[in-house]
């Protein structure tokens, strides 16, 4: 079988890939914020699950300090306040 040839594509930068995985960050941090109360608990471990994933992404890629500070600025508590 023959493929065509795909076009050469360059590697984002580590910035870029940073500043990516920052965004997706953000959006479920944003996102188990405010469906906490509509998800069930299934719902809410995997937000929970996706968060820590993108987060090791964030590290690997650079922006682990801006990541962890972006989780610890929005962390829940334990009685469920923001």
Avoid at 29 to 37: G, N, P
């Amino acid at each position: 079988m023959h493929f065509p040839e795909l076009p050469f594509l360059p590697s984002p930068s580590a910035d870029e890939l940073g500043d990516h995985y920052l965004g997706r960050l953000a959006r479920l941090v944003h996102l188990r914020r405010e469906l906490e109360e509509d998800l069930n608990a299934l719902g809410v471990d995997l937000l929970d699950r996706a968060i820590a994933s993108t987060l090791k992404d964030c590290e690997a890629n650079g922006a682990g300090r801006s990541a962890r500070a972006l989780v610890r600025r929005t962390r829940l508590r334990g009685d469920g306040t923001r």
